[in-house]
């Protein structure tokens, strides 16, 4: 797929990287993104997903912009307390770049709809803020063979991982964090707090996992890196990584 002159401006300083050049930014525009979660995560890698020209984005949740989100939930303003955010998110991105396909979706992800809402999509990003839903999102990942980021955070520390749980010898979500969540649906961010710029570079950083996975399959960034977690550090500040094993027994990916 050849770019038009206009978008080979607009995206000028990623193809000049020879890890993306032309054909990169092809994929880019002809990728589509499920994004689970539009807060904290999913605002800041929303902005930097539409700024790689990813073509097509599905962007869920249910929630409804509070005075508290501002504080870190980076697309949106004070004017829309109040307002769906799948719904501000749409018209976010139709404003930044109308050439997007962005389909709003208010809905709150569980294991009876989740195979629909990542059906189609080369990537799921998860931001959401529960376990419940992390855990549905991996699942449907795995059975629909879909690569998930998956990214978390909270206070001063966050967790960024790829998953392709559906390949024989990857992990999947579950594997990292057993079967004890399913019935988690708490918000611990209200209880413990984060400082904000904690969830944008968390949010930035699952953006540039989730570029890395797109362009994997022509070279693009290298190793797509799955089942490495990176956990972030904004106090020290350090970032580690983790190798996470494939659970043999996991209810998520064990027959895959
Ligand atoms: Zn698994």
């Not at 996992?209 to 362009?215: E, N």
Request: with cysteine; glycine share 12%.
């Amino acid at each position: 797929m050849a770019l038009d002159p206009d978008r080979l401006d607009r995206f000028a300083r990623h193809i000049v990287l020879p890890e993306i050049g032309g054909a990169g930014q092809a994929a880019l525009a002809k990728a589509r993104v499920v994004l689970v979660g539009l807060g904290g995560i999913g605002s800041p890698a929303l902005q930097y997903l539409a700024g790689a020209g990813i073509g097509s984005l599905v962007l869920v949740d249910d929630d409804v912009v509070d005075l508290t989100n501002l504080q870190r939930q980076s697309i949106y303003h004070e004017g829309d307390v109040g307002r769906g955010k799948a719904e501000l998110a749409a018209v976010w991105v139709r404003d930044f770049d109308p050439f997007l396909d962005a389909q709003p979706l208010a809905a709150r992800i569980a294991a009876d709809n989740a195979l629909d809402i990542v059906a189609g999509a080369d990537l799921v990003l998860d931001g959401c803020d529960n376990f419940a839903t992390r855990l549905a999102v991996s699942d449907a990942c795995v059975a629909a063979r879909i690569p998930l980021v998956s990214a978390a955070v909270g206070r001063f520390q966050g967790q960024v991982g790829a998953f392709a749980g559906h390949l024989p010898d990857q992990p999947c979500y579950r594997c990292f964090v057993g079967d004890a969540f399913d019935a988690d649906d708490c918000d611990t961010c209200a209880e413990d707090g984060m400082l904000g710029a904690m969830a944008g570079w968390v949010g930035t950083f699952a953006a540039l996992q989730a570029i890395r996975v797109l362009l994997a399959p022509t070279g693009g960034l290298g190793d797509p890196q799955w089942g490495k977690l990176h956990v972030l550090d904004g106090l020290a500040p350090s970032l580690r990584t983790m190798t996470i094993a494939k659970d043999p027994a996991c209810r998520g990916c064990a027959a895959r």
